[in-house]
């Protein structure tokens, strides 16, 4: 599976911006995967965004960005979505997108832990500007 993320860029804090995940390489498509959202900024450890279930009815948010980024999917285009509203300058970063074998059985833990998933984009980067 071969993951591109686009969409980033620079916005002002406050504003929104929307980040896509195409994924290709397979027959099987992202509904067969977990599919999640990573972050990274300059000196930091990679931070768990936001992770959507296969099923596509269950998804997860860091607490950090719990009611502010939406994670969603459309099957027929093979491509997940971030969208990022009230944005801050302490989400600047490079966001990656991730696709793994889905063992979670719904637990938030799993979810959240980026050794769970298989697959990874090079990455696109967000800057907020104050």
């Known amino acids: 599976v071969q993951l591109v993320e686009s969409g980033g860029g620079l916005v002002q804090a406050g504003g929104s911006q929307r980040l896509s995940c195409a994924a290709s390489?397979?027959?099987?498509?992202?509904?067969?995967?977990?599919m999640g959202w990573f972050r990274q900024a300059p000196g930091k450890e990679r931070e768990f965004v936001a992770a959507?279930?296969?099923?596509?009815?269950?998804?997860y948010y860091g607490d950090s960005v719990k009611g502010r980024f939406t994670i969603s999917r459309d099957n027929a285009k093979n491509t997940v979505y971030l969208q990022m509203d009230s944005l801050k300058p302490e989400d600047a970063a490079v966001y990656y997108c991730?696709?793994?074998?889905?063992?979670?059985?719904?637990?938030?833990?799993?979810?959240?832990?980026?050794?769970?998933?298989?697959?990874w984009g090079q990455g696109t980067l967000v800057t907020v500007s104050s």
């Open positions: 959507m279930a296969w099923s596509g009815s269950v998804t």
């Open positions: 390489g397979r027959t099987v498509g992202i509904s067969d995967y977990a």
């Open positions: 991730a696709a793994g074998t889905d063992r979670g059985s719904w637990d938030p833990t799993y979810y959240r832990t980026d050794v769970n998933y298989q697959y």
